[in-house]
């Protein structure tokens, strides 16, 4: 059915990489308190919802930890095995185009779809590795006939894209051949996507040693110079006050983050 916009909209967040499971997941309690903190008590009613696959990648990782109690028995690589698994493991999973990620995507857009057939307004915001499952469903969902009518956004599954440290920028997800935008056709509206990113971020400038980089372009790699392209893409580097890995999850709180979201809603 096509969107009402009589229904509250629904931001629904997709983490990035992650440590412990499912259990341990709070994001949308972040953002929410994220928009709050940005309305001032303004009257605007919205839902959260979180899309969590941590426990399925841990599930696909599971032999590679029992491995880990092996090699790393004893001493500081007992401590530091299984949270380089966890965090290496997702990015392979994610590049490796298999079952797993294949079930992470198809769990991601039967979420997304359900609120379509609601009829309520969705906005995604993905942080980090979740960016490029959040990119891939979109696009999948562009090329679907009947969602996406560059004329009618009431038959958009989802209304905007906000990702914050995303690493859609490097080499290593362009090559794999999925992350294309897709052009939405001739029309009147376009697809919004904002980019947020801290300019020491090593996930998403690919630098180890967390160099600020100024002028960075990152979702803007994905414009295209045509008429039916349909993407309206901007990237916002910002400065956390982080540095480092700490940059990379710093966002949640970013007033600037808050200010882009409920931009796009209202």
Same mark, same amino acid.
């Given at each position: ?144 006939? @009947?969602? /996406?009518?560059? =004329?009618? !956004? ?6 905007? $894209? &906000? ?66 392209? @349909?993407? /309206?893409?901007? =990237?916002? !580097? ?6 480092? $890995? &700490? ?20």
């Amino acid at each position: 059915m096509p969107i009402s916009l009589d229904k509250n909209p629904v931001i629904l967040v997709v983490h990035g990489v992650q440590l412990g499971d499912d259990s341990s997941l709070t994001q949308d309690k972040m953002i929410r308190n994220s928009i709050q903190s940005r309305l001032n008590k303004l009257d605007f009613e919205f839902g959260v919802d979180l899309y969590k696959y941590e426990n399925i990648s841990d599930t696909s990782l599971k032999k590679l930890k029992n491995l880990s109690n092996v090699l790393f028995a004893t001493g500081i690589g007992a401590i530091l095995a299984q949270p380089i698994i966890d965090l290496v493991g997702d990015v392979t999973i994610s590049l490796s185009n298999d079952s797993t990620d294949s079930k992470i995507r198809k769990g991601l857009l039967k979420k997304v779809m359900s609120y379509h057939e609601a009829g309520v307004p969705l906005y995604i915001v993905a942080h980090s590795l979740g960016s490029v499952y959040a990119f891939d469903v979109i696009n999948e969902l562009i090329e679907t006939n @009947g969602l /996406f009518d560059r =004329d009618d !956004p009431l038959t958009w599954p989802v209304q905007g $894209l &906000l990702t914050i440290g995303s690493p859609l920028g490097l080499s290593m997800f362009k090559k794999t051949g999925r992350n294309i935008a897709a052009s939405l056709g001739r029309g009147q509206f376009s697809f919004k996507w904002l980019n947020y990113f801290d300019v020491s971020d090593p996930v998403v400038s690919g630098s180890i040693f967390g160099k600020k980089y100024r002028g960075l372009k990152i979702a803007e790699k994905y414009k295209k110079d045509t008429l039916d392209f @349909g993407w /309206f893409i901007t =990237d916002y !580097p910002i400065d956390t006050g982080k540095n480092w $890995l &700490l940059a990379h999850t710093a966002y949640w709180d970013s007033a600037a983050v808050g200010d882009g979201l409920l931009d796009m809603m209202v």
